[in-house]
């Protein structure tokens, strides 16, 4: 379960806000297991959660009001988002066509809100999610498609502007007023669907939880999740959540193969069906940066600021807290079908559907164990082994007194003898850094990585140049066209530019790659290829040639054999594609 841990309430004195009228525009163009309500760790998100937008078209009045003093942190981001709104103007003068107006409210800490009909990149003139795929597809840097994705997941917020005030601080809704953004991503018909044709496990695959009288309850039963038992859980007042959607719907799984090479982390995702009047988890919070995507019907949250500083970017969940000593939510909005909310993980939150209508929303998670404090977790050890045993200076025996003046007995004693040994303590930790194996130590992380991926969505274009398109076949009792016929004249690139990472391991380099992964977290172990030395330097070659092709009799190899050998072993393995089909 993922749960978070909060201390006591701290009271957050009321939101300023400035209220920005007469936001007119015509139209707009716009997206780990987690047991939580608003958050994902391992492949799926195990609670419920949601996220902002791209840019508006339109001109921007001067506020008609302030409560209290502006900060001129306030109005900078102001300037930003009117910047915004009239970059994306070009041709479409404000109001023009007698368009509905749009407002955007912007508050202090904690928590900003953006609300925006036809805004910039967020309204009814948005790219549907079907057509944003297929532009990614135009792309031919995967890195730049990943960027484009999630530029329209949280239109119309600019993205840097997101990363610069809003990534791991403050929560934030875009409320679109277009119900069809999200369409097509998944459905409660969809899950009916998985229910009735897939082999769905509770609690491996499906939870049935509900908070009632202040106490969560779990009710899954053993053994498959048949449609009559989910949906007499459903009827009782219990909500369904999906654990790990991709594994049973290919758009989910695309849009989340994609992001995760924006965030450089996992991104996994759970889907919250909620049925009328009811609420299915604890308030709680969760160690992972959680996007909300509402899809079917209404759902009210409260986000609430992390209590205490070391609750701030926690690196566990908490448990389930009870209704009281939560504090002043600092964002209680109601999300309706194509709102977006955020908030980073801390945040405690929950969330209720209203009386007459259910909730579907989807809820996508990144970052969880991804801190600076976990890449030192497993540096420091490994540069103080380093240290000792190339540094003469951290074998050099300590003071034989140093047990009368250190500790914490003496920590208030004055003793003059404490000072120098401090400073000694420090110079050694400084030192002790340029032993930091910190490249190698990054390797293992990217590998741990890859483990987590979810395998790429090869287009029907890829599908052609790969592995996956030969015509090799069994016809008349004998297997025909077998072999890809690679010659040195022949044209290859990776298939993307996260797919692979070239580790060196004791004695050995290895080739971590994620395309024969599981679309279920972990299941199964990491996929690799020992590599001879003789073609480290091909491989590289490879990488830093993305996406340009690359003709075979260029790779820095020893001779021709060695370069058709190479590219053969990565092209049937499914890491490269190659810029014609091959032929037999």
């Given at each position: 379960?993922?749960?978070?841990?909060?201390?006591?309430?701290?009271?957050?004195?009321?939101?300023?806000?400035?209220e920005?009228?007469?936001?007119?525009?015509?139209?707009a163009?716009?997206?780990?297991?987690?047991?939580?309500?608003?958050?994902?760790?391992?492949?799926?998100?195990?609670?419920?959660?949601?996220?902002?937008?791209?840019?508006?078209?339109?001109?921007?009045?001067?506020?008609?009001s302030?409560?209290?003093?502006?900060?001129?942190?306030?109005?900078?981001?102001?300037?930003?988002?009117?910047?915004?709104?009239?970059r994306?103007?070009?041709?479409?003068?404000?109001?023009?066509?007698?368009?509905?107006?749009?407002?955007?409210?912007?508050?202090?800490?904690?928590?900003?809100?953006?609300h925006?009909?036809?805004?910039?990149?967020?309204?009814?003139?948005?790219?549907?999610?079907?057509?944003?795929?297929?532009?990614?597809?135009?792309?031919?840097?995967?890195?730049?498609?990943?960027?484009?994705?999630?530029?329209?997941?949280?239109?119309?917020?600019?993205?840097?502007?997101?990363?610069?005030?809003?990534?791991?601080?403050?929560?934030?809704?875009?409320?679109?007023?277009?119900?069809?953004y999200?369409?097509?991503?998944?459905?409660?018909?969809?899950?009916?669907?998985?229910?009735?044709?897939?082999?769905?496990?509770?609690?491996?695959?499906?939870?049935?939880?509900?908070?009632?009288?202040?106490q969560?309850?779990?009710?899954?039963?053993?053994?498959?999740?048949?449609?009559?038992t989910?949906?007499?859980?459903?009827?009782?007042?219990?909500?369904?959540?999906?654990?790990?959607?991709?594994?049973?719907?290919?758009?989910?799984?695309?849009?989340?193969?994609?992001?995760?090479?924006?965030?450089?982390?996992?991104?996994?995702?759970?889907?919250?069906?909620?049925?009328?009047?009811?609420?299915?988890?604890?308030?709680?919070?969760?160690?992972?940066?959680?996007?909300?995507?509402q899809?079917?019907?209404?759902?009210?949250?409260?986000?609430?600021?992390?209590?205490?500083?070391?609750?701030?970017?926690?690196?566990?969940?908490?448990p389930?807290?009870?209704?009281?000593?939560?504090?002043?939510?600092?964002?209680?909005?109601?999300?309706?079908?194509?709102?977006?909310?955020?908030?980073?993980?801390?945040?405690?939150?929950?969330?209720?559907c209203?009386?007459?209508?259910?909730s579907?929303?989807?809820?996508?998670?990144?970052?969880?164990?991804?801190?600076?404090?976990?890449?030192?977790?497993?540096?420091?050890?490994?540069?103080?082994?380093?240290?000792?045993?190339?540094?003469?200076?951290?074998?050099?025996?300590?003071?034989?007194?140093?047990?009368?003046?250190?500790?914490v007995?003496?920590?208030?004693?004055?003793?003059?003898?404490?000072?120098?040994?401090?400073?000694?303590?420090?110079?050694?930790?400084?030192?002790m850094?340029?032993?930091?194996?910190?490249?190698?130590?990054?390797?293992?992380?990217?590998?741990?990585?890859?483990?987590?991926?979810?395998?790429?969505?090869?287009?029907?274009?890829?599908?052609?140049?790969?592995?996956?398109?030969?015509?090799?076949?069994?016809?008349?009792?004998?297997?025909?066209?077998?072999?890809?016929?690679?010659?040195?004249?022949?044209?290859?690139?990776?298939?993307?530019?996260?797919?692979t990472?070239?580790?060196?391991?004791?004695?050995?380099?290895?080739?971590?790659?994620?395309?024969?992964?599981?679309?279920?977290?972990?299941?199964?172990?990491?996929?690799?290829l020992?590599?001879?030395?003789?073609?480290?330097?091909?491989i590289?070659?490879?990488?830093?040639?993305?996406?340009?092709?690359?003709?075979v009799?260029?790779?820095p190899?020893?001779?021709?054999?060695?370069?058709?050998?190479l590219?053969?072993?990565?092209?049937?393995?499914?890491?490269?594609?190659?810029?014609?089909p091959?032929?037999?």
């Open positions: 379960e993922l749960k978070e841990r909060t201390a006591p309430a701290r009271e957050t004195p009321p939101p300023q806000t400035l920005p009228r007469d936001l007119l525009g015509r139209g163009q716009g997206g780990g297991e987690h047991r939580g309500e608003g958050s994902t760790g391992g492949r799926g998100a195990r609670g419920e959660g949601s996220t902002g937008g791209r840019g508006a078209q339109g001109a921007l009045s001067r506020p008609s302030l409560e209290g003093p502006a900060r001129p942190g306030v109005l900078r981001h102001l300037r930003n988002f009117r910047d915004c709104f009239f994306t103007a070009a041709g479409s003068p404000a109001g023009r066509g007698g368009a509905p107006a749009a407002t955007l409210f912007f508050k202090q800490s904690p928590t900003w809100t953006a925006g009909q036809n805004s910039c990149g967020a309204g009814s003139g948005a790219p549907s999610l079907q057509q944003v795929l297929q532009e990614l597809g135009q792309i031919p840097h995967s890195k730049r498609r990943a960027a484009r994705l999630f530029e329209w997941l949280i239109a119309p917020l600019p993205v840097d502007h997101f990363f610069s005030w809003m990534w791991e601080k403050d929560a934030v809704l875009v409320r679109r007023g277009n119900p069809d999200y369409r097509g991503l998944f459905s409660t018909a969809e899950l009916d669907a998985v229910l009735r044709g897939e082999d769905v496990q509770f609690g491996l695959h499906l939870d049935a939880a509900r908070y009632r009288k202040g969560r309850e779990t009710l899954n039963p053993p053994g498959r999740a048949l449609p009559a989910a949906w007499s859980l459903y009827r009782d007042g219990c909500s369904l959540r999906l654990l790990c959607p991709q594994a049973f719907s290919a758009v989910v799984w695309q849009v989340l193969s994609v992001l995760q090479e924006h965030f450089s982390s996992m991104v996994g995702a759970n889907a919250y069906l909620t049925p009328p009047g009811s609420q299915g988890f604890a308030p709680h919070y969760d160690d992972i940066e959680a996007f909300v995507l899809l079917e019907g209404r759902k009210l949250w409260r986000v609430y600021k992390p209590r205490e500083q070391a609750e701030e970017l926690p690196q566990f969940s908490s389930n807290f009870g209704p009281q000593g939560l504090g002043k939510p600092v964002l209680q909005e109601v999300l309706e079908p194509g709102d977006l909310l955020y908030f980073p993980r801390g945040f405690i939150h929950q969330a209720e209203e009386p007459g209508v259910h579907l929303h989807l809820t996508l998670s990144t970052f969880q164990r991804n801190s600076w404090g976990d890449l030192l977790e497993p540096l420091l050890p490994a540069a103080l082994q380093a240290a000792v045993e190339e540094d003469v200076e951290f074998r050099r025996g300590l003071p034989r007194d140093y047990l009368d003046y250190m500790g007995q003496h920590s208030e004693s004055g003793d003059p003898r404490r000072g120098p040994f401090l400073e000694k303590v420090q110079r050694l930790l400084a030192r850094a340029q032993y930091a194996p910190v490249d190698a130590v990054a390797d293992q992380r990217a590998k741990g990585f890859l483990h987590d991926c979810l395998p790429p969505v090869l287009s029907e274009k890829e599908r052609a140049l790969s592995v996956h398109g030969l015509p090799v076949r069994w016809e008349a009792g004998e297997a025909w066209n077998v072999g890809a016929k690679i010659t040195t004249e022949t044209q290859v690139r990776l298939l993307r530019h996260g797919l990472r070239l580790v060196s391991e004791d004695d050995s380099v290895v080739l971590y790659y994620t395309v024969e992964n599981s679309r279920v977290y972990h299941q199964g172990e990491p996929k690799y020992e590599i001879d030395s003789q073609y480290t330097d091909g590289e070659y490879l990488f830093s040639s993305y996406p340009g092709f690359v003709q009799g260029d790779l190899c020893d001779n021709s054999k060695d370069q058709i050998s590219v053969t072993m990565l092209f049937e393995k499914g890491l490269l594609i190659t810029k014609k091959l032929t037999p």
